[in-house]
């Protein structure tokens, strides 16, 4: 047998075990909707974190048509559904929500969405920010490293360029391609899949022991009609009070980076709705964090109204009952908070022109 024929046979052979693995990978993990995307269903996929759905899924926005886009932490993932969105606005919309984000984070997603919408679909573009003061941390607090959870996955497998022309993270490669390189890493997902689906079996097995010890040990997370103890609820303060620091320490860069993003939108023709979310009044009253974020929001408020298709709007009337924990909107309110925001997209008057 001739060289040639030899690796031809063993290329052949390879081809046809990764072709194998590719199906395996999506018997075990079938693909997600392909029309949409939404971050809180990335544990579903096969991409495990929410940036890594993202990164993955973006070429999703490449058609010509109107939508909408929701920006935002953790809070804007669970409390705007896209499907509630959806049905009241008559449109698609995507959810693009990370948790954990800051202002630099939320500005990096923008500027991929963007890249990622046809020139000709931006002025049918609706962006929808829902912010509340844990996005205003800073930089040198939430990254430390100068990285941010977008930037290292980004430049994970090079499939993004990290500062492109425009000073943004850019597609090295077209739509279509991004959908095939995701099809192709698959089966080398499989394996962090698995590790990270380790995690909850960890957590349940540690709960178990400890209760069997005797240990009072809850597990928190969307309920209706979970309450937060006092303990609870002090953890929760602690947990803000060591992310953000003291209100002198705050600096002015997320809410500058709020500005820049704004006029950035602005400039492609598109729409943003910056969307002040709720926060039960007991969180209010533990710490001053949000009285020192609405008076800077209210200062900044008329230099944003001054830019072209952006609106500021406020997300209000909740009760401490409608949240699970000290930011969350319990399930029962979610179709509440998408009556509103979809309201607030049409007919909203936040700002005066």
């Known amino acids: 047998m001739s060289a040639v024929r030899f690796f031809s046979l063993v290329l052949l052979w390879l081809g046809i075990v990764y072709a194998l693995a590719i199906a395996a990978s999506l018997l075990y993990r079938p693909f997600a909707d392909l029309r949409g995307i939404d971050t809180a269903q990335s544990e579903k996929s096969l991409f495990a974190t929410e940036t890594k759905y993202l990164m993955f899924s973006l070429g999703r926005l490449n058609y010509p048509g109107p939508r909408v886009i929701v920006l935002g932490a953790s809070n804007a993932g669970t409390g705007l559904r896209p499907a509630m969105l959806a049905s009241r606005l008559g449109m698609p919309?995507?959810?693009?929500?990370?948790?954990?984000?800051?202002?630099?984070?939320?500005?990096?997603?923008?500027?991929?969405?963007?890249?990622?919408?046809?020139?000709?679909?931006?002025?049918?573009?609706?962006?929808?920010?829902?912010?509340?003061?844990?996005?205003?941390?800073?930089?040198?607090?939430?990254?430390?490293?100068?990285?941010?959870d977008i930037d290292?996955?980004?430049?994970?497998?090079?499939?993004?360029?990290l500062d492109g022309p425009a000073g943004h993270i850019e597609p090295r490669l077209p739509p279509l391609a991004m959908d095939l390189a995701a099809l192709a890493m698959r089966p080398f997902l499989i394996g962090l899949k698995l590790y990270y689906s380790l995690d909850p079996v960890i957590t349940d097995v540690r709960t178990w022991v400890l209760q069997l010890l005797g240990n009072k040990v809850r597990v928190l997370g969307e309920s209706d009609t979970l309450v937060l103890t006092p303990a609870e609820r002090k953890l929760a303060i602690d947990d803000l009070i060591s992310r953000m620091g003291e209100l002198g320490q705050w600096d002015r860069g997320g809410f500058d980076?709020?500005?820049?993003?704004?006029?950035?939108?602005?400039?492609?023709?598109?729409?943003?709705?910056?969307?002040?979310?709720?926060?039960?009044?007991?969180?209010?009253?533990?710490?001053?964090?949000?009285?020192?974020?609405?008076?800077?929001?209210?200062?900044?408020k008329m230099q944003l109204c001054a830019i072209p298709n952006v609106g500021v709007e406020t997300l209000d009337g909740f009760s401490d009952d409608d949240f699970f924990d000290y930011v969350h909107p319990r399930p029962r309110v979610k179709e509440q908070w998408a009556q509103k925001t979809a309201d607030l997209v049409a007919h909203g008057h936040g700002c005066v022109r």
């Open 93 to 148: 919309v995507y959810n693009l929500s990370v948790g954990g984000s800051n202002a630099h984070e939320i500005g990096e997603v923008t500027d991929l969405a963007l890249a990622n919408i046809p020139a000709n679909s931006w002025k049918q573009t609706i962006f929808v920010d829902g912010i509340w003061y844990g996005q205003f941390e800073s930089d040198r607090r939430r990254w430390p490293d100068g990285q941010t």
């Open 152 to 161: 290292i996955e980004a430049a994970r497998y090079h499939l993004y360029l």
């Open 257 to 300: 980076g709020l500005v820049a993003m704004a006029h950035d939108i602005s400039a492609h023709g598109a729409r943003l709705i910056i969307l002040d979310l709720p926060l039960p009044d007991w969180h209010k009253r533990a710490i001053g964090y949000d009285a020192e974020y609405q008076r800077r929001m209210a200062a900044l």
